[in-house]
């Protein structure tokens, strides 16, 4: 039972402040999340890993009510789907990451309140362990 992330690379693993992995265009300088070998706005192939900040504001979100397509979706389905909240997060001025959000209430969220990145339990694998993903949380 011990702890696995979702896919490597996606978020510093281990790690007591975990962060996410993007990648950064040494040309332009625009970032990205997840990592992408080839950059968006100059097609650059010179991207490097960039860590991004833990931190960031809430920029529009919703709930999740019923289990997404599967692929890529590998969570929960029938009657242990339990609705999640998803959104967009802007960290650091640099990019907005779509992501979990550890609150299901719409209504309990604001825009541009701060949000801050936390690693959830997603599901068992195979073998029993546990599968980390990110998710962000209104920080304290
Ligand atoms: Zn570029």
């Known amino acids: 039972m011990a702890p696995v992330p979702v896919a490597e690379g ?5 790690s007591d402040e975990p ?6 265009c040494t040309s332009c300088q625009i970032v990205t999340f997840p990592v992408q070998a080839s950059c968006p706005r100059c097609a650059s192939t ?7 900040a833990r931190r960031g504001r809430l920029w529009a979100w919703t709930t999740q009510e019923f289990p997404p397509p599967s692929p890529p979706y590998a969570g929960p389905t029938g009657d242990a789907f339990v609705p999640f909240g ?6 650091g001025g640099e990019v907005r990451v779509e992501t979990r959000l550890t609150v299901a209430d719409p209504e309990a969220l ?12 997603f ?4 073998d029993g362990d ?9 920080a304290d």
């Open 10 to 14: 996606i978020f510093t693993w281990p």
């Open 46 to 52: 010179k991207m490097e890993a960039h860590l991004l």
């Open 130 to 138: 546990e599968v980390m993903t990110f998710a962000f949380r209104p």
């Open 123 to 126: 599901r068992a694998d195979e």
């Open 86 to 91: 998803v959104g967009y997060v802007e960290l």
């Open 110 to 121: 604001t825009e541009g309140m701060e949000m801050e990145l936390v690693l959830v339990p």
């Open 19 to 24: 962060q996410l992995i993007g990648s950064r």
